[in-house]
Every structure is written in C-alpha cells, then in structure tokens.
C-alpha cells in the first residue's frame, strides 16, 4: 500500500492536475472577497489566502463554510475552522520556507530540514497572533504571552503530524522529485485536518477566542 501511495504521488500529471485547481480555487476566492465579501479583514484575507494556497479546494471549502458572511449562523464548528486556518496560514508559511532554506539553499538532510520547519513552523505561527495584537496596542510582553498560551497546542499538533507525514512520504527525495512536492501538499493538509478539533477543544473550553464571525464586520 505504501509503495502504490508513493507511486500515484510520484506521477507529475497529478502535480500538474493540483496547481490547476489550486489557480482555480485561489481565482475563486478572490473573487468572491472582492464582489461578495469585501468586509473580511486584511488579516483573514491573507488567511483565506494562504489556506487556499497549501489546500487549493479544501481550503476554498473552509473559507465557504466559515469564513462569507452569507453563511446562515456562526458556530462553534464554523469558528473551529477559522482558528484552525488562521493558525495554518502562519504554521504552513513556516514550513514552506524551511523547506527552501533548508532542503533548497542548504541541501540539508531529511533530521536538519525537519528541525528547522518545525522552528519556523512556531516562529510564523506565534506572529500571526503577536503582530495584530501589537497592531491593537497590546504590549510586546503580554501578546507573546497570549500567543504561546492560546496557539501552543494547536502548532504542536499541526506540525506533529504534518512533518511525521511528510517525512514518512518524501524519505529519500530531493526538490527534482514530484513525489517532494506533493508529500508537502498532503503534509499541509493532513495538520489542518488533525488540528481542527484541537482547535474546537481550545475554543469550547476558552483557551482561544476564535476568529470574528464574518458576519460581524461592516461593509468596506
């Protein structure tokens, strides 16, 4: 079974097949931000944004679901999910760009380039909360305090998982090799999925607050 899933990724016309969907996905996201939503805050559009980007469809459906102000009524599941992408925006950010430094500039090993994601993985995780509570006039001190109390479980879980994925589908690749990029497609997706109902626990029992309900903002 391993073998057959490594082989299905390993093919470059389901790597070409992705991206199409992730242009299209991301097309209709803008879209509908600009005609239909233009109330969502320039942070969650980065969000929705970014989510899009590593999930292509899936996070195209999160936004949907959670994230327009046409949906009927907020919840905790729909506020789950923009928690989760909020945190995954950031954490997938981190990994992504210790992908290039570590396996691209620095042609690292499988150990070195695990370690220095994971770091990064926190270090764009926490700034997602810290820079818009500084934004908001919150000192330095407090809103790194807020960020590690309210996004510690959450990154450790998404990157947990994302790098235990990932490792275990790309052990032997480099960036010449299909099955290198589409093991960190599934990897992102797989942290955003196990994450989420870490993230509805800290909610329900109020370690974060979730992000506003999109029909909360005015019109911009």
């Known amino acids: 079974m391993e073998t057959a899933l490594k082989s299905f990724l390993s093919e470059p016309r389901l790597l070409q097949l992705w ?18 939503n233009p109330q969502v805050g320039r942070l969650m559009k980065w969000v929705w944004g970014l989510t899009t980007l590593y999930s292509g469809p899936l996070g195209l459906l999160v936004y949907a679901y959670s994230g327009r102000r046409q949906i009927r009524r907020d919840s905790l ?23 290039f430094i570590a396996a691209g500039l620095l042609s690292m090993g499988n150990l070195a380039v695990t370690v220095i994601t994971f770091a990064l993985a926190y270090v764009f995780g926490y700034a997602m909360t810290v820079g818009p509570l500084l934004e908001q006039g919150v000192g330095l001190r407090r809103a790194v305090r ?3 109390y309210s ?18 589908l790309s052990s032997g690749t480099h960036l010449g090799h299909v099955l290198f990029w589409t ?36 019109a911009a």
């Not at 991206?19 to 239909?36: E, K």
């Not at 942290?191 to 626990?201: K, Q």
Request: aromatic letters at 8%; one cysteine or more; charged letters at 10%.
């Open 183 to 218: 093991a960190l497609i599934v990897s992102l997706s797989v942290g955003l999925i196990v994450a989420y109902p870490v993230n509805l626990l800290l909610i329900h029992y109020g370690v974060k607050q979730g992000m506003a309900s999109p029909k909360s903002h005015t």
């Open 19 to 36: 991206c199409t969907l992730v242009i299209l996905s991301l097309g209709a996201l803008i879209y509908d931000l600009h005609a239909r």
């Open 77 to 99: 599941w729909r506020r789950g999910f923009r928690s989760v992408a909020h945190c995954y925006s950031g954490c997938g950010a981190g990994e992504v760009v210790g992908v």
């Open 146 to 148: 807020d960020a590690l």
């Open 151 to 168: 996004e510690t479980a959450s990154i450790t879980v998404m990157e947990i998982s994302a790098l235990t994925v990932n490792n275990w």
